[in-house]
């Protein structure tokens, strides 16, 4: 098509007129190669090199060529005729026949033919993004045939055309060098007279920007002659200062279109040939030539400037090699230009075109494009919304060239938006090595940043976290141990390197051998510094963590798509652990047992919990011990005013609770001190939670069978403070919760979860519960019994007392120092309704009383087997197992052991009615009509109640007979031993140490001792306990008469329970044969009777 439309305008110039694009539309079928070699037989040297091309773009090339040289210039005829076919190729029309054919499969190209902007302008910038070869070799082809200061001439052009037609004006330099127009201006001049107003007006602009002295290379600066004085008036005309000047302003927005874009082509040219960089090329010559950076190329071939500063980057960042600080100058205004323009990058043009439309469309240069791309290439985002892996790979390979992880300021976009924190929260930090930005990575979460930085910040530092070499501070301290111990390759930058062979397990490689304990020691210690100090900074987001963000890529945008705050997304993985894909639960669940041990991986506790840790853990933030210390110490103030008023600091460290459930290996030390347990007594428990009800079994039956415990002290301790959280908030007790979650709705909805208020209220409903709620509450009280030191109940508002009385009890058994002196009078009232409350528990049930079980083991086993066996398993007993044992009790069939535990449990109940559950409930109405006491409350051990029914019984005015009978079985335990009589122990605690002092407990010995002294005249009791003795024995005689056996049960009880029951059952059997044998005599006689009687 263009052969024909040459042709077309050649013959037009023979006949001296200008050939319209409506005759060239209608008449380009019928013009022929023939044709053009007859219109310019003229031109000899054309006919000889060029007649045997036929594509239209070659041709044309190949008469330039003729016409620019100086062996074959052409006549002046023919130069003017190409010189015509030149700007023919700035024409849009020309463009719509020439590219649009060609490039029908380029959206960003076709584009350019829908704008009002000029098309070749538009073309030429977008040709890096073009995949089609055809297409990239015609837009190539254009660009290297147009006119070379096209961006300056072109309102010449415009004005002059006319002109420079009627004159045959046009010329073709046969130096590229010079100007295109240089000629055609010296010729217009020369008939300056004949010249139309508007074209002398531009030639006037040419003659003013000094055009016929201009050089090429110069050509920006008169592309800015307004611009200069505009933005750079005290900068010198035409000097490489004024050129970085304009290149600073770039962006302006009172900045020339023509200024913007010449600058434009003038960088992207640097870009590909690093000599068209005057700068560079005299800064860094002596430093290119040392360290060979062109090695490879040949003297004459173009050299890309990426080779050069990664060249130029490799002996930076090498210790024993300097680079001259002009040199080190000059790069960081080429790094800063790779990152301020994303159209300079042709790789980054090309495999990110599809995604600069479709998610960065319309949004300007100067560094932002690139920011877009970067924000759209962290995993949060949605597949759709995510840039391909060929612009994402570009995007790193852009992040290595500019290297901003070693200087902020080559980023714009940072620049601009982090300035105010620099300068407020960084400005004694010295610039370079990474510095500035490792203090504003420290920055992240503090008053100082803000958000637009934040945003800036990460979106740079998810390419820096994916390359080690990319932190400064981290690769100058870790080169060596990255090299040795983690295979990395010895060069920042090896230009050889095939990018698939790049190792990106450097880092997690570098961060293993820092954080295992098993591997502590064999990093240098300023590299282990490093490493920690980047882990620290980069737990603020999972997009900083490759080895988490790339596993888990699908899984963030399924699931966490919306936890965009700083380390809500690690968060999110946690909390989502079970349903991740299994790579991502590994490397999550890996990365969360790592973070256990260290409170600075954990982003959200330490930015929250700042002045808390500050205030209430100063002592385990200075040791450094043991860095989860800091973490246990903040979950035992959990409740303090200081965190409870911290929203966000209490629901962080909740939060590590509720994760470290998921899984026994996410809590370091009890990790560390429990794993050779779980993996022998617990292989197939999955949770935390599982594993700790598995080993607390196990060590509450060696605590019950007081043999050597199977678990060590330091598990055991673990196990405690486990068990301690989980009593603390019901949410940390899965099983529990589980359980009970529609009983807490019913019976507790309002009641918090926390400061163990809703264990505490379902206990109170413990009998409308659900069964498997009763079932579960019983297996958290039979431990919280076993171990009183994780009954957080009890241990919170205890205290006081327990410094006070108990700080030398061993932790397990302090419900028995506290029992022992709650009748103290400065104990504290709250903690002795705890403990009363405790005491009521552990006479509902036996397995609640440590003492108890132990000491009965044998006689429960012996008499009250049946019970157990006739009860649902872990289902309270309500004091049946109590009930059997206390009957025994009064016919002195007990062990002394059992007898004498027993005989405490007995005192206590005959002083508070409250902890004798049996009695309560059967004589409720006695105790609330008869005997009811002023200001009774839960904390009164005076035993008027009781006493009060015994009187009660005696007068007759127990209306109940199971109340009647609780009340018998009551005063006949004080016959079997005294001490379940306080009040008459109490009586005679003198008498009994002066006369009764060396008998035994039990089989109402020591009162039988007391009966023989007061009968006795030469031996005399205390006045107060001859008074109550008599009072007591007058009580037993009135019993006696009055209990008689009410059933047939009572009569088997009591023969099956009688020494002599052997007797029995022989008077019994003998009874039962000699009816049998009667039986069988009066029936022979009967029959025999009716037998006569039929006869």
Same mark, same amino acid.
């Given at each position: 098509?263009?052969f024909n439309?040459?042709?077309l ?7 001296g ?5 409506a ?9 022929t190669?023939?044709r053009?070699?007859?219109d310019?037989s ?11 091309l036929?594509e239209n ?7 330039l060529?003729?016409a620019h040289s ?7 005829h023919c ?21 649009k054919d060609?490039c ?12 009002s902007?000029?098309?070749i302008d538009c ?6 993004s ?8 015609? @837009? ?7 006119f ?7 309102n ?7 002109d @420079?037609?009627? &004159? ?7 130096d590229?060098?010079? +100007?295109?127009?240089a000629y ?7 008939k300056?007279?004949k ?5 002398q007006?531009?030639m006037?602009?040419?003659?003013e920007m ?6 090429l ?6 592309a ?5 004085s505009?933005y ?22 009172g900045?020339t279109?023509k200024?913007q874009?010449q600058?434009?082509y003038?960088?992207r040219?640097?870009? *590909?040939?690093?000599? +068209?960089?005057?700068g560079?090329?005299?800064? /860094?010559?002596?430093?290119?030539r040392k ?13 890309r400037?990426?080779q050069i500063?990664?060249?130029l980057?490799n ?17 960081t205004d080429?790094?800063?230009?790779? *990152?301020d ?5 042709p ?7 599809n995604? @600069?439309?479709m ?11 690139i &920011?877009?791309? *970067?924000e &759209?290439?962290?995993?949060r985002k949605?597949?759709?919304k995510r840039?391909?892996?060929?612009c994402?790979k570009s ?7 500019a ?19 620099v300068?407020?929260a960084c400005?004694?930090v010295?610039?370079g090595?990474g ?12 008053s100082?940043m ?10 740079i530092q ?12 981290l690769?100058k ?26 190792d ?5 490689c570098?961060y293993?051998?820092a ?5 502590r ?9 490093q490493?920690r ?16 963000a ?10 966490c ?13 946690q909390g989502?652990l079970?349903e991740?894909?299994p ?5 999550v ?5 790592t973070?256990?041990g ?5 982003a959200?506790v ?6 808390p840790i ?8 200075k ?5 989860d ?9 959990k409740n303090?005013p200081?965190i409870?008023?911290n929203?966000k600091?209490k629901?962080?460290?909740e939060?590590?609770? +509720?994760i470290?459930?998921k ?5 370091r030390?009890?990790?560390?001190a429990?794993k050779?347990y779980?993996?022998r007594?617990?292989p197939k ?5 599982q594993v700790?009800l598995?080993?607390?079994?196990i060590?509450r039956?060696?605590?019950l069978s007081r043999k ?8 055991r ?14 949410d ?7 359980a009970c ?7 507790c ?6 400061e163990s208020a809703?264990?505490?209220?379902l ?5 409308k519960?659900?069964?498997g709620?009763r079932?579960?509450?019983?297996v958290?009280?039979?431990q919280e ?8 109940h ?6 006081d007392m ?6 030398k009890t061993e932790?397990?058994? +302090? ?13 504290d009232n709250?903690c002795?309704?705890?403990v009363?409350?405790?005491?009521i ?9 440590? &003492? ?32 059997c044992?206390?009957k ?14 027993l005989?405490?449990?007995l005192?206590?109940q ?6 004798d ?6 004589c ?13 409350? @839960? ?8 006493e009060?029914?015994k009187?009660?019984?005696?007068s ?5 007979a ?10 006949e335990?004080a016959?079997?031993?005294?001490e379940a009589d306080?009040?008459?122990e109490?009586? /005679?605690a003198?008498?009994?140490l002066?006369y ?8 109402g010995?020591?009162?039988k001792?007391?009966?023989?002294i ?7 009791l ?10 007591r ?6 019993v ?12 088997y ?14 008077i ?19 029959k025999?009777? *009716? ?5």
């Open positions: 098509m263009y439309y040459v042709l305008h050649i013959f037009a110039f023979m006949i007129k200008r050939v319209d694009a005759v060239f539309r209608t008449n380009d079928l019928r013009l190669k023939e053009l070699l007859s310019l003229g031109c000899t040297i054309f006919e000889q090199q060029c007649s045997h036929d773009l070659s041709l044309l090339s190949c008469a060529d003729t100086n062996k074959t210039q052409s006549s002046l130069q003017h005729k190409m010189w015509m076919y030149q700007a023919e190729l700035l024409d849009n029309t020309f463009l719509d026949y020439q590219i060609r029908h499969d380029e959206a960003n190209i076709l584009d350019c033919f829908n704008t902007i000029k098309r073309i030429l910038k977008r040709k890096p073009v995949r089609n070869k055809k297409c990239w070799w015609g @837009i190539s082809k254009i660009e290297s045939i147009i070379n200061d096209w961006q300056i001439t072109e010449f052009l415009k004005n002059c055309m006319d @420079i037609e009627a &004159h045959e004006c046009g010329r073709v330099p046969a590229t060098k010079v +100007l295109s127009q055609t201006l010296k010729c217009l001049q020369s300056e007279e010249i139309r107003p508007e074209c007006s531009e006037n602009s040419l003659k000094k055009y016929s002295t201009l050089q290379d110069k050509i920006v600066l008169a800015c002659n307004v611009d200069q505009n750079c008036p005290d900068e010198l005309p035409g000097s490489l200062l004024m050129y970085k000047c304009l290149v600073r302003h770039k962006y302006e927005r900045m279109k200024c874009n600058l434009f003038v960088q040219n640097m870009i *590909m040939n690093y000599k +068209l960089s005057k560079l090329v005299k800064s /860094c010559k002596e430093d290119i360290y060979h950076c062109r090695k490879g190329v040949v003297e004459d071939k173009d050299v400037l990426a500063l990664l060249c980057e002996v930076m960042h090498n210790e024993t090699t300097k680079l001259s600080p002009e040199c080190i100058g000059e790069m080429h790094r800063k230009m790779l *990152m323009d994303y159209r300079l990058s790789e980054l043009m090309q495999n990110c075109a995604d @600069i439309t998610l960065c469309r319309g949004i300007e240069a100067g560094g932002k494009t &920011h877009c791309l *970067m &759209h290439a962290r995993p949605r597949k759709e840039i391909s892996v060929a994402q995007l790193e390979d852009l992040v290595q060239e290297d901003p992880g070693e200087d902020w300021r080559v980023d714009p976009v940072l620049r601009k938006a982090c300035k105010v924190v300068d407020r400005r004694e010295n610039g090595n510095r500035v930005m490792s203090c504003l990575m420290e920055k992240l979460g503090t100082f803000t958000s637009e930085c934040e945003t800036a910040l990460l979106q998810y390419f820096i976290s994916r390359d080690f070499k990319l932190d400064p501070q690769y301290a870790c080169k060596f141990d990255a090299v040795t111990q983690c295979k990395a390759r010895l060069l920042w930058a090896d230009l050889n390197e095939h990018p698939s062979e790049k990106p397990l450097i880092l997690p570098l293993n051998y954080y295992n304990s098993e591997l020691g064999i990093l240098k210690p300023a590299c282990e510094q490493v100090r980047a882990m620290r900074q980069r737990a603020v987001s999972v997009d900083l963590l490759p080895e988490i790339d596993t888990c890529i699908d899984d963030l945008a399924n699931f798509y919306e936890n965009t705050g700083k380390g809500e997304e690690i968060m999110c993985l989502k079970k991740l894909t790579k991502c639960q590994k490397v669940a890996n990365f969360t047992e973070q256990s260290h409170i600075e991986l954990k959200v330490s930015t929250y919990c700042r002045v500050e205030k209430l853990c100063s002592s385990e933030l040791s450094k011990n043991e860095e210390d800091i973490l246990d110490c903040l979950i035992t103030h303090n200081e409870k008023t929203s600091c629901a962080a460290i939060h590590e609770q +509720l470290s459930l899984d026994y290996r996410f809590t030390k009890f990790k560390n429990c050779p779980v993996v007594f617990c428990a999955q949770t935390k939670s700790v598995c080993l607390s079994e060590i039956n060696d605590t050597k415990h199977t678990i060590y002290k330091e598990c301790q673990q196990l405690r403070s486990q068990l301690y959280q989980q009593k603390e908030n019901i940390l007790d899965p099983e529990l919760k589980e979650k529609k009983d807490l709705l019913e019976f909805p309002t009641v918090p979860h926390g809703a264990l505490e209220c206990q109170t409903a413990k009998g519960l659900s069964d709620c079932k579960a509450i019983f958290v009280r039979k019994f076993s171990d009183n030191a994780i009954d957080y009890l241990m919170t508002n205890c205290s327990i410094d006070l009385y108990c700080h932790p397990i058994v +302090l419900l028995d120092c506290l029992k022992a002196h709650r009748q103290k009078v400065d104990f709250n002795k309704i705890v009363v409350n405790r005491m528990e552990q006479n509902m049930d036996y397995r609640f009383n440590n &003492h108890l079980q132990n000491s009965c083991k044998s006689d429960i086993k012996r008499y009250c087997s049946n019970i157990i066996a006739n009860e649902p398993e872990n289902i309270e007993l309500e004091g049946k197992m109590l009930q044992l206390k025994k009790f009064r016919e002195s069939k007990l062990e002394q052991p059992c007898e004498n535990e005989a405490n449990v005192k206590e005959a002083l508070n009615y409250r902890l559950p049996l009695l309560g409930k059967l409720k109405a006695e105790i609330q009509t008869i005997c009811a006491v002023p200001n009774d409350s @839960i904390t009164n051990f005076d035993g008027q109640v009781e009060c029914l009187k009660a019984l005696i007759r005015k127990i209306v109940s199971e109340c009647a009978q609780e009340v018998v079985n009551i005063i335990e016959e079997v031993d005294i306080p009040l008459l109490r009586a /005679c003198v008498d009994l002066k009764c002092n060396n008998l035994e407990r039990g089989a010995r020591r009162l001792c007391l009966k023989i007061l009968n006795d005249n030469t031996r005399e205390e006045t107060g306990c001859q008074k109550e003795l008599s009072n024995l007058e009580m037993y005689r009135h006696a008469a009055i209990n008689v056996i009410d059933d047939l049960s009572d009569v009880d009591g023969i099956s329970s009688s020494p002599s029951k052997i007797y029995f059952m022989v019994g059997i003998s009874i039962v044969g000699l009816i049998f044998i009667f039986g069988l005599y009066c029936g022979r006689i009967t025999r009777a *009716m037998y006569i009687k039929r006869k």
